[in-house]
């Protein structure tokens, strides 16, 4: 899966372009903690989008009462993300397209695809989101090693073969 980020001005163009090549598409909407930009995008054509909203500020430490990205907002992406394995997309959107979107894209890029150089040339991504995706990645990767390695992954696997 490809994942690419992009400001919350081009999101619905961005999509409508994907969508019209056949693409199959998920977005993951990341709104400011309120105001003007605390809901989803309107726009998208009238077909059916997963579509994942998280609502946090652009922040890399406690600043006030702003809302940090955490851990289970990570842990959120990375479930929507697994759950929608047959999507060729995943375009990410934050408020410019530069800090928020770029940082889940590394995370998810370097742990589904084992790379994430190119979102670091382009872009500067938000740190804290970076390293938060980053561990919970290899939370999960350990987690499911050690139910592999002690015979109970076989119990959390769908018909299919897919993690549940």
């Known amino acids: 899966m490809k994942f690419i980020p992009t ?3 081009m999101v619905v163009n961005d999509a409508m372009k994907l969508i019209a090549d056949n ?10 903690e309120s105001g ?3 809901n989803p995008p309107t726009g998208l054509p009238n077909v059916s989008v997963p579509m994942l909203t998280l609502n946090f500020a652009d922040i890399s430490r406690r ?16 479930f929507f993300v697994d759950i929608q394995k047959n999507a060729d997309i995943c375009l990410v959107h934050c408020h410019a397209g ?5 940082a889940v894209c590394a995370g998810l890029s370097l742990h589904y695809n084992k790379k994430c150089d190119e979102y ?6 938000n740190l804290l989101v970076f ?10 990767k ?6 592999w390695k002690f015979g109970q992954f076989r119990a959390i696997l769908s018909s299919d073969g897919r993690v549940c």
Request: proline share 3%.
């Open 7 to 9: 400001s919350r001005a």
């Open 23 to 32: 693409y199959r598409l998920i977005i993951i909407s990341i709104n400011e």
């Open 36 to 38: 003007v930009d605390f």
């Open 63 to 78: 600043v006030g009462n702003h809302k940090m990205f955490d851990e289970i907002m990570s842990n959120q992406i990375f």
């Open 98 to 102: 530069v800090s928020r979107s770029p």
């Open 120 to 125: 670091f040339e382009k872009y500067e991504p």
């Open 131 to 140: 390293y938060r995706m980053v561990e919970q990645s290899y939370k999960l």
């Open 142 to 147: 350990t987690k499911r090693h050690y139910l």
